[in-house]
Structures are given as C-alpha cells and as structure tokens.
C-alpha cells in the first residue's frame, strides 16, 4: 500500500538551510504529482509547493517563491524539500502528500505524518 | 490575497446531518476549482476525503459527500458519528496554487 515517510526536520537556526525527505514506497513517484503542505503550531494547513508527475511543472506559494526548491529523485523514489533562508515563520510541521492518478495533479490523496521544523536562534 | 472561508465551528448532535461550506474571496467556487476536503483529528496527520468536488477516496465513509452549493463548495456529513468530531479543511485551487481554508472545528455534541 501506499506509504509516505517525512524526514529531516529538527531545529535550525534563521537564515540556514535544511533538506527534507519523502521516502515513497508502494507506487513510483513518476506516476503520481507529489505536494508539500505545512502547519505551524495551534495552526490551519498551508500548501507549499508541487512538483508534476512528469516534473513538467513546479509551483509554489508567495510565502516561500525564491526560498524552497521542491526535487524528486526518481532511482530513490524520494522526494525533496530544500529549504534555504529559513525564517522563524517557516516553523511549522511539513507534510508531503500524493495527488491521485488520473486525476487533477492538484488534488490530494495520500498523506505522510510529517516533520517538524523549528526556527529558532 | 486570496482567501477561503469556512465556518470556525459548527456543533451536531449524533445521527444529525451538517453541511460545512467553502467560499472564495474571488466569486463562486465551480469545478474549475478542483475543491478537496480533509479532515484532521488532534495529533494526526489530515487524512483526504473528497477530491475534485465530489470524488471520494476508496477510504472515505459513505455518510460523507460533497457538491457546489449557492457558489460555494460543500461537504455533507449524513448520519454523523461521534469519531466524526474533527477539524476539517476545503482547499481550492487558483492558477497555478492552491489555499487552503482556515478550517471548521465539528463539535459532535
């Protein structure tokens, strides 16, 4: 079955940078647009970015345009968050999520559990 | 700025029925916006119910179903059960982004 594994959360200072990690397994990560929403603490969903099954597209909110670069790597079946200039605003747990096949690569289906980013000095 | 409304809360008894809506600040909601609704309990990651207006997951229990109603979009829990009580989310989507709304928090009371 589907299963998506966040990684690489934890705390950081502002301004540094930090890579987070989606490990995919039970479908291939070239089939499927893949998205990364976020909560901040006490907080509603945020999207973040998307990356298209073909990787033909990649968009991403005001919030982190020219900050978050969002990458697959197909032989890991892995999907990336690069996360650059880090505020204390991007705190927040960070979700990668599964758009369904055959449908619109902007709907949601599957979930990870997420990991937790704090920005603090 | 765009931004999604929803109620901040609505209470139903169990058994009850409850139409939770999602509105847009720029018109009415149609297909085009490829609505999706989550639901998310405390502690847990959201789960997907409903995707492009209307579609359920192989997951999603019968009682929940979903249309565009008066220029919104809208989710409608029929038969509620307690483990219904969740937060849940609209999410519409904008050329080339998607937001998400600011959530309703189901009381099942």
């Known amino acids: 079955q589907v299963q998506l594994v966040e990684s690489g959360g934890g705390v950081v200072q502002p301004g540094r940078s930090l890579r987070l990690s989606c490990a995919a397994s039970g479908f291939t990560l070239s089939t499927s647009g893949m998205h990364w929403a976020r909560q901040a603490p006490g907080k509603g969903l945020e999207w973040v970015a998307v990356?298209?099954?073909?990787?033909?597209?990649?968009n991403y909110a005001d919030s982190v345009k020219g900050r978050f670069t969002i990458s697959r790597d197909s032989s890991k079946n892995t999907l990336y968050l690069q996360m650059n200039s880090l505020r204390a605003e991007d705190t927040a747990v960070y979700y990668c999520a599964k758009s369904p096949g055959g449908g619109s690569g902007w709907d949601f289906q599957h979930w990870g559990q997420g990991t937790l980013v704090t920005v603090s000095s | 700025q765009t931004v999604v409304t929803q109620e901040p809360s609505l209470t139903v008894s169990p058994g009850g029925t409850v139409t939770l809506t999602c509105a847009s600040s720029t018109g009415a909601v149609t297909s085009d916006y490829y609505p999706n609704w989550f639901q998310q309990k405390p502690g847990q990651a959201p789960r997907a119910l409903i995707y492009?207006?209307?579609n359920k997951h192989s997951w999603t229990p019968a009682r929940f179903s979903a249309s565009l109603l008066g220029g919104k979009a809208a989710l409608t829990l029929s038969g509620v059960q307690p483990e219904d009580e969740a937060e849940y989310y609209c999410l519409l989507y904008y050329g080339g982004a998607v937001v998400f709304g600011g959530g309703t928090k189901l009381t099942v009371l």
């Open positions: 990356i298209w099954y073909d990787e033909s597209r990649k």
């Open positions: 492009s207006t209307s």
